[in-house]
């Protein structure tokens, strides 16, 4: 197709009636002019040019009318979009605003709840809550109480206690809140939610209200004060299952203290004792101080059941006195004992020796501290009885007969002796002498090992020996 054929297209474009460029070129046709020929073909030439620029002109002008339509078309379009997205979130905002409303969610929420459908109600009573203001202290309690009733029936017993706490969170004083947030603390075991209250409402009028809540203060059996021995205290408590936690530094006890297990020995110095009682689900007393000054003394002078005095008849001497874990040293030769003297013994006691004698007694307690030396005079006479002298001579007379010594102060061998008193003993209230003997030897008396023992009423004479106890053993000498 040639250039002209497109403009056939074109309604506006009148139709040229022209040669074929090919019939320029036949001499066959009449109206064929050689000198014409040049001046025609530039004159369609020209026409044919002016046509084409109108072509153009108006093919221009035809896609642009065709792309005008479709823009408007697009944007029309758009439109409808846009004005029909606007619309749905408009709609959808305005039910979003509406479901998060109070009005909306409170009502919807009593409806529930008046229903007995709790479950359904928390949700809008929760919603309704997050819509008001936190100023709003009205709403807050009333909708925080009805959520609080809903988690109960609900049987949610930390959210009932979250509830309530956004309650005391705005009124502190309610006392619905108050009472009930106590009996779900205990419900649940939750000791130290329980002690916070005390504390919280202490000096307040719930006081007395929250008294069924708390722990006895425990006790102890020493009151405070000076002492001069270590002192032993028991402690205890009238809450049936509670243990019992004590500092001795002055510090507050608590549940990290140590336990009480038994009897606490304080020693010496400034204690001053902390104790509380804590039950079984960790609500704790309040503590109980006492204040303990330890100084440990020296032993008090000993006392003994026995006055200085003259005497007619056998007598024990026990000493009174003797602390706990203390003992007693004796002497009856006038020296001031020692730990190296006699060690008295409560169950043998001590028997009064005959004759006039002086007895010295020291106290040691438990903490080798020695006390003063206590002295005591005594002069025993016992009627009928032979004297030590007498008793001596008749065992001298005896063991001559024996033939165990030459004579009244020789052995067999020609030694030296004297009778020395080791002790006296009392067998059926009768005293018997213990003697010993020592022997002459280099220029002093040396005592021997081995003692005879005669009865101050009939002088019987015996053998005697003592164990490891310092018990005597008599055995008659025929």
């Not at 052995?411 to 009768?430: A, C, H, M, P, R």
Request: aromatic share 12%.
């Amino acid at each position: 197709m040639n250039k002209y054929d497109e403009m056939d297209d074109l309604d506006d474009i009148e139709d040229i009636d022209m040669y074929d460029s090919d019939d320029l070129d036949d001499p066959d046709n009449p109206d064929y002019d050689e000198s014409d020929d040049f001046e025609e073909f530039i004159e369609r030439e020209e026409a044919a040019g002016d046509y084409e620029d109108r072509f153009r002109v108006t093919k221009r002008k035809a896609v642009n009318k065709k792309n005008r339509n479709i823009t408007i078309a697009i944007g029309v379009t758009v439109i409808v979009i846009i004005f029909l997205t606007v619309t749905v979130s408009l709609i959808a905002m305005i039910k979003k605003n509406t479901e998060s409303s109070y009005n909306y969610n409170y009502q919807k929420a009593k409806e529930y709840y008046d229903s007995g459908k709790y479950n359904k109600a928390i949700p809008y009573y929760e919603k309704a809550l997050a819509a008001i203001s936190s100023s709003d202290r009205d709403n807050q309690i009333k909708l925080n109480m009805a959520l609080f009733e809903c988690y109960k029936q609900a049987n949610l017993p930390n959210s009932q206690i979250s509830a309530l706490n956004s309650i005391l969170n705005v009124d502190k004083y309610n006392e619905t809140a108050v009472k009930e947030i106590a009996a779900l603390y205990k419900e649940t075991g939750n000791g130290d939610a329980i002690n916070h209250l005390l504390q919280a409402y202490e000096k307040t009028s719930f006081e007395a209200f929250l008294e069924q809540y708390k722990v006895s203060v425990p006790s102890a059996d020493v009151n405070s004060g000076s002492y001069e021995d270590d002192v032993v205290v028991t402690l205890s408590s009238s809450e049936e299952g509670a243990k019992i936690y004590y500092t001795i530094d002055g510090s507050e006890p608590t549940k990290y203290a140590p336990l009480y297990d038994g009897p606490i020995i304080l020693s010496e110095g400034t204690v001053e004792l902390k104790i509380v009682a804590i039950n079984e689900i960790g609500v704790m007393s309040k503590s109980a101080s006492y204040k303990y000054d330890i100084v440990h003394g020296a032993p008090q002078l000993a006392t003994v059941n026995l006055p200085n005095g003259a005497y007619t008849s056998p007598r024990q001497i026990e000493i009174t006195n003797i602390p706990e874990g203390g003992k007693a040293y004796y002497t009856w030769d006038g020296t001031n004992p020692t730990e190296t003297s006699k060690q008295y013994d409560p169950e043998k006691k001590i028997d009064l020796k005959v004759g006039n004698n002086v007895l010295k007694i020291k106290i040691v307690n438990k903490y080798n501290i020695e006390g003063p030396v206590a002295m005591y005079v005594y002069d025993l006479t016992l009627r009928g009885d032979y004297s030590l002298s007498v008793a001596c001579d008749a065992l001298s007379k005896k063991l001559v007969e024996l033939k165990q010594i030459k004579g009244a102060t020789e052995l067999l061998d020609g030694t030296q002796f004297k009778y020395f008193e080791y002790n006296t003993e009392v067998v059926d209230d009768v005293y018997i002498y213990v003697v010993g003997v020592s022997a002459y030897n280099n220029g002093s008396y040396v005592k021997q090992s081995y003692y005879y023992g005669i009865n101050s009423k009939t002088l019987e004479l015996y053998t005697v020996s003592y164990d490891g106890e310092e018990k005597a053993t008599f055995s008659p000498i025929k």
